[in-house]
């Protein structure tokens, strides 16, 4: 950046921004807490996707007294695109500059981490979900309470076991929003996380119900008169991301720092009966 002014813009580093950015997106962002990232190394070093191989079904068949038969396995190939492109750019005024302090750029960091992580929540939260693994419908949502709560998520765990999403290795997530987890709380079936003894929840859980560990996204708005809460295991999505840039200019027209950013994710539901989805109608419409 040019001029002589030894302030915190002046002081603006791109690669220790990229790294701290890249930091707080891995901790706090609700999402990536419900994802795998199996494949972002191989993207990082391929370009903007890579292809995925999920291995066929084996059978089981009774020997007898013949020749055995081999059945010719047939691996579903996938892609997985980074097809969203996301950027943050904003301008520093040379006398907003020389009055800032280092704790300015912390901050300007936690609101592009913040603006990030809404448009990528709510892409994650939209992602494809088996027909058979829907609790409710568009034309009868679901009527939550406090008394009834426990029993549809129930309902939701139980439509992941019976697809076999389930495992002693692959604790199923649930992502609610405010609103359903004021009824949660009133629930005595909920487990809050101070409770959950010497079990690891996932980083910003706030307990377990049904088995499934909560977490709170306010990305979860409703629609159309409804909310769709969303369950799972880490299976069902693999996630890529990249902070492709982060760079400094001076803005010919002013005296002016311009700051922008580049973010480049995709996602692929790689196993959509390791998804569930509950349709409440929103109380609010009531």
Request: proline share 3%; net charge negative.
């Amino acid at each position: 950046m040019s001029g002589n002014n030894t302030n915190a813009y002046n002081a603006f580093i791109p690669e220790i921004w990229s790294q701290k950015l890249n930091s707080m997106l891995e901790k706090e962002c609700v999402m990536l807490q419900c994802v795998n990232r199996n494949y972002e190394g191989e993207i990082k070093n391929q370009g903007d996707k890579v292809n995925i191989i999920t291995p066929a079904d084996v059978s089981v068949s009774t020997l007898g007294t013949g020749s055995i038969s081999y059945s010719e396995l047939e691996p579903d190939t996938q892609e997985l695109l980074i097809d969203q492109k996301k950027f943050f750019a904003f301008k520093i005024n040379d006398v907003a500059s020389v009055q800032a302090n280092t704790d300015i750029m912390e901050a300007h960091l936690a609101n592009a981490k913040k603006a990030i992580e809404q448009v990528q929540d709510s892409y994650l939260l939209g992602q494809h979900i088996h027909t058979a693994n829907i609790v409710g419908s568009d034309d009868s949502p679901v009527e939550l309470s406090k008394t009834t709560i426990y029993e549809k998520f129930v309902n939701l765990a139980l439509t992941l076991k019976n697809s076999d999403a389930v495992s002693a290795s692959k604790r199923p997530w649930v992502v609610i929003n405010p609103t359903v987890e004021s009824y949660l709380l009133q629930s005595t079936e909920f487990i809050g996380a101070h409770n959950v003894a010497d079990e690891t929840l996932r980083e910003g859980a706030v307990g377990r119900i049904a088995g499934m560990d909560v977490l709170v996204s306010t990305n979860l708005t409703p629609v159309g008169g409804k909310f769709y809460v969303l369950a799972g295991t880490n299976d069902a999505i693999t996630f890529a991301s990249q902070l492709a840039k982060i760079e400094s200019l001076r803005d010919k027209d002013s005296f002016s720092d311009l700051i922008r950013g580049l973010y480049l994710y995709g996602a692929k539901t790689v196993q959509p009966k390791a998804l569930a989805k509950l349709v409440i109608a929103d109380p609010s419409e009531a």
